[in-house]
């Protein structure tokens, strides 16, 4: 079996699928078909389903003419028809991983995507998980409901492996087919061959670990490493606040040590799909060998506090002014979770924004890249551009994300005061209607 995939991996024979067609598994599915490997990816939403095959890109690391030449090519291909997974060789499994209501982890995608593969599995196929979870995912859940919906034995009739995705939507530099990776499969032949595959996909250097629970481990620390630094950084900056210094500055002296010091900065909070969950993972399977981590549960809450503390320095700011939060207009700038992206799931950007309308505040927002976000159901619309005139009719504009398309000439020259929480500012003179965290 190993000979034979390591032949068809070389001549380009085999045919690859890929499990949900999100952020992780459009890109992947984009670079294997680049790479020769005709490829067929698979989504419940007819929505998706549609545009890829029609050429039309919906993910932001994903170039438009390549998506197109790819699917008009017969390269690429997209269903939501999974029983096309009997006529795939590799299976890329690249669904959510969310938390429930509970703050738990929440695999239904996962045991979903699992059992139509196994009723589908054929021997000598490679199934690959991609998407992040707790250490023992691959081996305790993903692996039994194969082999029991299958009838099959993992390492005799197909092989299995873990291999996390590492994707940082807005990167310019770091993008799916030049991040390095990381493979453990379940047996030395499963790692051998999926490590192969990745390697003729990708130009990232291709790392080997001894088993899946390895790899499920190193990503959940990749993300635990920067929860935790970027709340060290928050806590500075409300300790700096206290103490009437400028975190920035402070950061940026630190800068200068050429060792032991690698520079992490505060904000408003933590957003987007990693780094607010992915501790979460950890310490949730933590519990069950009987282990705490105060470190990560402390880091977290730090950073979980930053939407009301930057909400409270907002209303001083008012206060400061006579004003009261209740009645004023504020104009925030930023919704999205990160800088350069149009997501907003977990934005510490609109937790900020609903604080304060909770508290009375008449809010709009501008974001080049949003033009509306869902909070509880309901939707909130964006201004469509950003003037001179909504600028100063504000009594107060937050910048709650660093998008460099914004004018921050234009919203010195007209603002009465700003928060600029992100120091998107930095380069901005003169200054004096502008605070920085």
Same mark, same amino acid.
């Given at each position: 079996?190993?000979r034979r995939?390591l032949r068809?991996?070389q001549?380009?024979?085999?045919?690859?699928?890929?499990?949900?067609l999100?952020?992780?598994g459009?890109?992947?599915?984009?670079?294997k078909?680049?790479?020769?490997?005709?490829?067929?990816?698979?989504?419940?939403q007819p929505?998706?389903?549609?545009m890829?095959?029609?050429?039309?890109?919906?993910i932001?690391d994903?170039?438009?003419?390549?998506?197109?030449a790819?699917?008009?090519?017969?390269?690429?291909?997209a269903?939501?028809?999974?029983?096309?997974l009997?006529?795939?060789?590799?299976?890329?499994v690249?669904?959510?991983?969310p938390?429930?209501?509970?703050?738990?982890?929440?695999?239904?995608?996962?045991?979903?995507?699992?059992?139509q593969?196994?009723?589908?599995?054929?021997?000598?196929?490679?199934?690959v998980?991609?998407?992040?979870s707790?250490?023992?995912?691959?081996?305790?859940l993903?692996?039994p409901?194969l082999?029991q919906?299958?009838?099959?034995?993992?390492?005799?009739?197909?092989?299995?492996?873990?291999?996390?995705?590492?994707?940082d939507?807005?990167?310019?530099?770091?993008?799916?087919?030049n991040?390095?990776?990381?493979v453990g499969?379940?047996?030395r032949?499963?790692?051998e061959?999926?490590?192969?595959?990745y390697?003729?996909?990708?130009?990232g250097?291709?790392?080997?670990?001894?088993?899946?629970?390895?790899?499920?481990?190193e990503?959940?620390l990749?993300?635990s490493?920067?929860?935790?630094?970027?709340?060290?950084a928050n806590?500075m900056?409300?300790l700096?606040?206290?103490?009437g210094?400028d975190?920035?500055?402070?950061?940026?002296?630190a800068?200068?040590?050429?060792?032991?010091?690698t520079?992490?900065?505060p904000?408003?909070?933590?957003?987007?799909?990693c780094?607010?969950?992915?501790p979460?993972y950890?310490?949730?399977?933590?519990?069950?060998f009987?282990?705490?981590t105060?470190?990560?549960?402390?880091a977290a809450?730090?950073?979980d506090?930053?939407? #009301?503390?930057? &909400?409270a *320095?907002?209303?001083?700011? $008012?206060?400061? !002014? @006579?004003k009261?939060? %209740?009645?004023s207009?504020?104009?925030?700038?930023?919704a999205a979770?990160?800088q350069?992206?149009a997501?907003?799931? #977990?934005?510490p &950007?609109? *937790?900020?924004?609903e604080? $304060?309308?909770? !508290? @009375?505040?008449?809010? %709009?927002?501008y974001?080049p890249?949003?033009?509306r976000?869902?909070?509880?159901?309901?939707t909130?619309?964006?201004l469509p551009r950003?003037?001179?005139s909504a600028?100063?009719?504000?009594?107060?504009?937050?910048?709650?994300?660093?998008h460099?398309a914004?004018?921050?000439s234009?919203?010195?020259?007209?603002?009465?005061q700003?928060?600029?929480t992100k120091n998107?500012?930095?380069?901005i003179?003169?200054?004096?209607?502008?605070t920085?965290l």
């Amino acid at each position: 079996m190993k000979r034979r995939l390591l032949r068809m991996i070389q001549e380009r024979s085999l045919v690859c699928g890929v499990v949900g067609l999100g952020y992780v598994g459009l890109p992947l599915a984009v670079e294997k078909a680049k790479a020769g490997f005709r490829t067929i990816g698979f989504d419940i939403q007819p929505e998706r389903v549609a545009m890829v095959n029609q050429g039309q890109n919906y993910i932001g690391d994903v170039v438009d003419q390549e998506l197109g030449a790819l699917t008009a090519g017969g390269m690429l291909a997209a269903t939501e028809d999974f029983e096309l997974l009997k006529a795939v060789d590799f299976i890329a499994v690249c669904v959510p991983t969310p938390l429930d209501e509970n703050r738990q982890p929440d695999l239904r995608y996962i045991r979903e995507s699992a059992a139509q593969i196994a009723r589908r599995l054929r021997r000598g196929t490679i199934v690959v998980l991609e998407s992040t979870s707790y250490p023992g995912t691959t081996e305790e859940l993903l692996r039994p409901i194969l082999e029991q919906g299958s009838g099959m034995k993992c390492g005799e009739d197909f092989y299995l492996g873990f291999s996390p995705e590492r994707v940082d939507p807005g990167n310019l530099i770091y993008h799916t087919c030049n991040t390095p990776r990381v493979v453990g499969g379940i047996g030395r032949d499963a790692t051998e061959v999926i490590a192969a595959l990745y390697r003729s996909v990708l130009q990232g250097e291709v790392f080997e670990v001894s088993r899946p629970a390895a790899a499920e481990m190193e990503k959940l620390l990749e993300n635990s490493y920067r929860s935790v630094n970027i709340a060290l950084a928050n806590e500075m900056a409300m300790l700096c606040g206290a103490m009437g210094l400028d975190v920035w500055e402070v950061v940026e002296a630190a800068k200068t040590k050429p060792y032991g010091f690698t520079a992490f900065y505060p904000g408003p909070g933590i957003g987007g799909h990693c780094i607010p969950v992915d501790p979460v993972y950890l310490s949730w399977r933590a519990r069950a060998f009987g282990c705490r981590t105060p470190l990560l549960e402390s880091a977290a809450a730090v950073n979980d506090r930053m939407p #009301e503390y930057c &909400a409270a *320095r907002a209303a001083r700011m $008012l206060n400061a !002014q @006579g004003k009261a939060v %209740s009645g004023s207009k504020i104009l925030a700038l930023g919704a999205a979770y990160k800088q350069e992206v149009a997501d907003f799931r #977990e934005s510490p &950007a609109v *937790r900020v924004i609903e604080l $304060l309308r909770e !508290q @009375g505040a008449r809010l %709009s927002f501008y974001d080049p890249y949003l033009s509306r976000y869902v909070w509880k159901g309901k939707t909130r619309p964006g201004l469509p551009r950003l003037t001179g005139s909504a600028l100063s009719e504000a009594d107060l504009v937050l910048v709650l994300t660093a998008h460099a398309a914004v004018d921050y000439s234009l919203v010195q020259k007209h603002a009465r005061q700003i928060f600029d929480t992100k120091n998107a500012m930095k380069e901005i003179v003169p200054r004096e209607n502008i605070t920085v965290l």
